[in-house]
């Protein structure tokens, strides 16, 4: 069973990664990939730019997963990215974001949900061309990072899921945690079959 270490510990993470075969690891340098959960915006002096409908800013997290990533990396470990970790994916390879979108946040308190195109790769094998997920951000990634390629995105053209080109990188903007197990619905891809993917590429790196 591979150990996977989350970022910031959350129910739902733990839960997604149990029900997929995996668990939890209690700490970094025992673990075999590193999960980058959601939560708030980064500082925006990150990508050089000014506060401009950034919020929620945890500068001391933002420090730490950053190292994180660069641990994780410099030891030859999958990183993986959800939400606030995709952007923070983007900015770690030098990308910028968008500090502030419509049309993707939460609507009363649950997810939106709203169909993604994919490209040639992992999602496209997994959900076909086009799939709907779910969505719960604000902010989202705008140029791309260094050695990062676009794998989905949304209609409006919002960055939906990147992967480094060499690297055991990849990221969704959409919480599959919260579309697997007990929260899986007909009406969304399973977030189950991604979770279970990304466990089989630890295999391959180990």
Known sequence: MKNIYLSVPLVNYEKALLF???????????????????????APRLYGA?????????????????????DFLHRGLPVFGICRGLQL????????LHQHIEGHSRVDGRDRLHPVCAEDGLLRALYGPRCTVNSAHHQSAARVGDGLRVLAR??????????????????????????????????AADGAALFAALLQRCKKVK
């Open 89 to 96: 994916l983007n900015v770690f390879f030098g990308g910028t």
């Open 50 to 70: 000014l506060p401009d409908g950034a919020a929620d800013i945890d500068g001391a997290r933002d420090a730490r997963e950053l190292a994180l990533v660069l």
């Open 154 to 187: 949304a209609d409006d053209g919002t960055v939906e899921a990147l992967a480094h080109a060499s690297l055991p990188v990849f990221a969704v903007q959409w919480h599959p945690e919260r579309l697997c197990g007990a929260f899986a619905r007909p009406d």
């Open 20 to 42: 997929s075969g995996a668990r939890p690891a209690a700490e970094a340098a025992h673990a075999d990939a590193l999960l980058l959960t959601g939560g708030g915006d980064l």
